[in-house]
């Protein structure tokens, strides 16, 4: 090839080299779910837990946090707020419940939109009728906070097993 079609055709080739990396543009950032205590700083996982570890849970004992999650995601979710402990007596007397949400007895629900972004006020009580065992025993007690975007309903891994949770803390 002489050179007056070689430099015409290199010139045209990196025409449409540069035009198709324009036309790509920025790919858009990946789709998570975040988390914030103020509304304004975000992260995938709660900084730090809802409840202090070393609480003493008496019978009667109400305590909430309110925390934020954004949604920015194409598809419908729910945050879950699942209440975990190694002793069963204090699994039993601890129940949870979400602000404006229908709850189950160990765990709340609350359904989040896409590019919705929603304040949680979660809530965990302990039975007044708690019996002697909870007051008496010490107890790991945790209070896991859990998004799902599967198509079920309910809480169904309230029970402990926590290993398949997406963007779980505690």
Same mark, same amino acid.
């Given at each position: ?5 070689? %430099? /015409?055709?290199?010139?045209v080739?990196?025409?449409?080299? %540069? ?9 858009? /950032?990946?789709?998570?779910?975040? !988390?914030? !205590? ?8 709660? /900084? ?12 009667? +004992? ?5 925390? =934020?999650?954004?949604n920015?995601?194409? +598809? &419908?979710?729910?945050?879950? $707020?699942?209440? =975990?402990? &190694?002793?069963? !007596? ?7 419940? %979400?602000?404006?949400?229908?709850s ?7 359904? $989040?939109? /896409? =590019?919705?972004?929603? %304040? ?11 019996g ?5 025993? *010490?107890? +790991?007690? &945790? ?13 169904? *891994? ?13």
């Amino acid at each position: 090839m002489n050179s007056s079609v070689a %430099i /015409p055709c290199a010139v045209v080739v990196t025409a449409l080299a %540069i035009v198709v990396l324009l036309g790509t543009g920025s790919a858009r /950032p990946a789709q998570t779910v975040t !988390y914030s !205590y103020d509304g304004e700083t975000w992260n995938s996982a709660l /900084p730090t837990p809802l409840f202090d570890k070393d609480i003493r849970w008496v019978p009667g +004992d109400r305590r909430g946090a309110v925390f =934020h999650v954004f949604n920015d995601t194409d +598809d &419908d979710g729910r945050i879950q $707020v699942l209440v =975990h402990s &190694d002793n069963s !007596y204090f699994a039993d007397a601890l129940t949870v419940s %979400i602000d404006g949400a229908a709850s189950a007895e160990k765990c709340g629900v609350v359904m $989040v939109g /896409p =590019h919705e972004k929603i %304040i949680v006020g979660a809530t965990v009580d302990m039975a007044f009728g708690a019996g002697n065992e909870t007051q008496n025993a *010490l107890s +790991d007690v &945790d209070i896991v906070v859990q998004w799902d975007n599967r198509e079920s309903v309910g809480c169904g *891994l309230a029970s402990g097993a926590n290993d398949e949770l997406e963007g779980t803390n505690s």
